[in-house]
C-alpha cells in the first residue's frame, strides 16, 4: 500500500513539474511599443500615423509568432497596416479625425494579442481648427530632391513616378514647417525653414514603412533661393532622431 502511495505521489509531482515546463515554454508574453506616446496634434481630414513595434519577453514556443493588432478612436476613422506583426516589423495604425471633432481631444486605444496574452497603448490626439493649406508647397520642397535621389540613391526606388499621399503633421508650429508624405515603401518628413535666405534650408527624411520606427536616412538643401544641390546629414542634425508626429 506504501509503495502505491509512494507511487501516486511520486508520479503527481512529475505531472506538476510537466505542466510547468509546458506553460513555461509556450509564454506568448511580448511588449508592445507605440510611437508617439505623447499626444499628437492634428486637423481634421488629416492622417495621424503611430507607429507599432513588438519585442518577445522571455522564451517560450510563442517566440517569433505573429502578434494581433487592432486600434480605436472614437470620433475618427481608423485603419491598421499590416493587422499582425512578428518583432523585427512594424505596424501603422491611421487615425483621421472627422470634422465634427476639431476642438477635441480623440483617445486613441491600440491593443496587440497573441495567445491571449494581451498588451495595450494609449495615446490621444488634440484636434485643432484648420485646413490643410501646405500640400502644394510642401510637395514642391519634396521633388527639389526627388531626381537627385533617384541618381545616387537607386537602391530606393525613389523615382519621378513614385506616388505620395501627404497628411499635415505638428500645425501648431510656425517657424520651421513640417508635412509628411508616404509612398509604398517610405515615409519621408519635409520640413523648411521660414525665414529669408541664406537661411531657407529645407531638410527631409527616409523611414522604411514596414521595418523602422525612426528614420535611417536625411538630406538637405541649405539654401532653396540659392537652388543648392541636395546632400546626405545624419538624421539627429535634421532634428529627425525620432519620426516626426
Not at 108 to 120: A, L, M, W, Y
Amino acid at each position: 500500500m506504501k509503495r502505491f502511495l509512494v507511487l501516486a505521489i511520486a508520479l503527481i509531482l512529475a505531472a506538476g513539474l510537466i505542466a510547468g515546463a509546458l506553460f513555461f515554454t509556450s509564454s506568448p508574453s511580448f511588449s508592445l511599443q507605440v510611437i508617439p506616446e505623447n499626444t499628437m496634434d492634428s486637423i481634421a481630414g488629416q492622417r495621424c500615423v503611430f507607429l507599432v513595434a513588438v519585442a518577445d519577453e522571455g522564451q517560450g514556443s510563442g517566440e517569433g509568432e505573429t502578434v494581433d493588432i487592432t486600434a480605436t478612436a472614437p470620433g475618427a476613422t481608423v485603419t491598421v497596416n499590416p493587422q499582425a506583426i512578428t518583432p523585427g516589423q512594424v505596424a501603422e495604425v491611421t487615425v483621421i479625425p472627422d470634422k465634427a471633432s476639431t476642438g477635441e481631444t480623440l483617445t486613441v486605444n491600440i491593443k496587440g494579442e497573441r495567445g491571449g496574452f494581451t498588451q495595450t497603448g494609449i495615446s490621444t490626439i488634440v484636434v485643432w481648427v484648420g485646413e490643410d493649406t501646405l500640400e502644394p508647397y510642401a510637395a514642391d520642397v519634396r521633388d527639389r530632391f526627388i531626381p537627385w535621389l533617384a541618381t545616387n540613391y537607386p537602391e530606393f526606388g525613389i523615382t519621378t513616378e513614385t506616388e505620395w499621399t501627404g497628411t499635415v503633421v505638428r500645425p501648431r508650429i510656425l517657424v520651421v514647417t513640417f508635412y509628411l508624405f508616404f509612398s509604398e515603401d517610405w515615409e519621408m518628413g519635409v520640413s523648411w525653414h521660414v525665414t529669408i535666405p541664406p537661411h531657407d534650408w529645407t531638410r527631409i527624411y527616409l523611414r522604411h514603412r514596414a521595418t523602422e520606427v525612426s528614420p535611417s536616412y536625411a538630406f538637405e538643401i541649405s539654401s532653396l533661393d540659392a537652388q543648392e544641390e541636395p546632400h546626405a546629414i545624419d538624421p539627429k542634425d535634421a532634428f529627425a532622431e525620432s519620426v516626426w508626429r
